[in-house]
């Protein structure tokens, strides 16, 4: 009879909790006070997982002879919750676990279970991750291994069970936990005491802690909704808008003539070419021909001031091309230093400048605009000395 009372004192207890667990939870309410709910983020394999051990006591409940005497029972299993309200866990209910009936001498067994958890608080108040008190009832099928006490071996039955876990918090990681269930099975295991075809069922009640693993708790869905909030729009108001638009239509007016100006302005430029040189005269572009010069170089003969025929058509090629009535030249004369006397040289590189310039006056060149220059041979800036008996002529 003890055993019996101490059944029933876990049993009552857990239920008892189990409504009250429902009490507990106030604060997971959204504005408006309905219930927090999903959806949720989908976790990771290993989150949300748990592991759990116990120990209390079993009995065995026959249809002739009732409820019999207690018997240790021992649990181990693990788990995993896949959203705040379902989960699954597969367990071992045995180790040292006996029961005795009126009929049956004390035997000993095994349920190997996998159990579908309905964690009803989270369903019925919402999910939240802090409730001190969780209502979690569940159902069971699995292998019944019983050991009557003059067989050898294991008799295997196949049982279903339901039960309530009632789990509390005692931390992000531990649990203590209040597990209620009663497993069903045929009782072919008995058939030397004449129990073929009769079923026979197993309560149990156990007491112990789970452990959570991995990362905990739940991430609720969150997607942004704009919030349309309706305000008073009066009179003053839409006159306000009114004004406003009227001043924005002026600024847009004021903004179109600025462009029309500006599209004027560059007018002239629309048609303009890349890289053509045009002329801008009375506010337009006229292409012209761009000439671009570099330095001519014509030659002397050693010790002459005369140009051959071929440096003078040189000249006249660079002067058709380059030297009009506005050009201003610079001439620069000069003798190399391998021959003659420096004072022979500085008089030889003034003749041949003067020949040039005489040359260039007569091709179009203003004598104003032609500045000479001698140096003799005291800056010879060619490698060979055929080369520095030369006149240089640069436009400026």
Known sequence: MKGIKLFGILAVAGLLSSFGAFAQEDNNRNADGTVARGPYLTNGAFDNTFIGLGAGVNSVIEKEYGLGKMGLATDVNFGKWFTPA??????????????????????????????????????????????????????????????????????????????????????????????LGLIAGRAEAFEANGFIGRYI???????????????????????????VVPLPFTEADYNGLKDKVAALERENAQLKNKIADLENQLAPFKNLVDGQTYLFQNGRFTAVEAKVSS???????????????????????????????????????????????ARGNQKLSEQRVETVKNLLTKLGAVAENIETVANGDTKNIFDTPAKNRCVVVEVK
Do not use: C, M
Request: hydrophobic residues 40%.
């Open 295 to 341: 330095p001519a170089t014509v030659y002397f003969d050693l010790g002459s001031s005369k140009l051959s025929q071929r440096e003078k058509a040189h000249l006249e090629y660079f002067a058709g091309n380059v030297v009009n009535g506005d050009t201003k030249l610079l001439l620069t004369g000069s003798a190399d230093k391998q021959t003659g006397t």
């Open 86 to 179: 379902i989960g699954a866990r597969i367990g071992w209910h045995g180790l040292k676990n006996t029961a005795k009936s009126g009929a049956l001498d004390k035997s000993a067994f095994n349920y190997i279970h996998g159990d579908l958890l309905w964690n009803l608080s989270n369903s019925i108040d919402g999910y939240k991750e802090t409730r001190f008190w969780s209502f979690i009832p569940y159902v069971n099928g699995g292998l019944l291994l019983v050991k009557h006490h003059d067989l050898k071996n294991f008799d295997q039955e196949l049982a279903a069970g339901v039960g309530l876990l009632n789990q509390l918090r005692l931390g992000e990681r531990v649990n203590l936990n209040i597990d």
């Open 201 to 227: 069922g197993f309560p149990t009640a156990t007491l112990g802690l789970s452990f959570n693993l991995g990362r905990t708790g739940f991430d609720r869905y969150a997607s942004v909704i704009p919030v």
